[in-house]
């Protein structure tokens, strides 16, 4: 190693411990929503306002069929579902990671289904 880049490493272990110091780095991870949990109007309103939601009940969200293809394109590129939500403001943490399961796996069986009929 190069003085400079031991240099380098010395810094980055001094902002490491730093950042830990101040408690940056050990934050926790937020949760995930619990299941069967019905949305409150905040949650709806948020919800509601999100180009990739159509409409928003107390259990049920109508999903924009733009959103419903963009989704299954970024999967058929390899993405993970919670990624391509979270990307869109629906994170585990706003709808429950079942929901994304299920939704995901709702919307795959029916391109199937689509596929096969042509």
């Known amino acids: 190693m ?3 880049q031991v240099l380098a490493e010395g810094m980055k272990l001094l902002l490491k411990q730093e950042a830990l110091q101040q408690g940056r780095m050990n934050r926790a991870k937020p949760k995930a929503r619990p299941c069967n949990k019905p949305f409150d ?34 999967l058929e590129l390899g993405a993970r579902p919670v990624d391509v939500f979270r990307s869109a403001g629906v994170g585990p ?5 079942k929901r994304i399961e299920r939704c995901v796996s709702r919307w795959r069986r029916q391109a ?3 596929r096969n009929e042509q």
């Open 41 to 74: 109007a905040e949650e709806r309103q948020y919800l509601c306002g999100l180009d990739a939601v159509d409409e928003c009940g107390e259990k049920r969200i109508t999903w924009n069929r733009y959103f419903i293809r963009y989704v299954e394109y970024e």
């Open 112 to 114: 199937a289904k689509e």
């Open 2 to 4: 190069t003085p400079t």
């Open 93 to 97: 943490e706003v709808i429950g990671r």
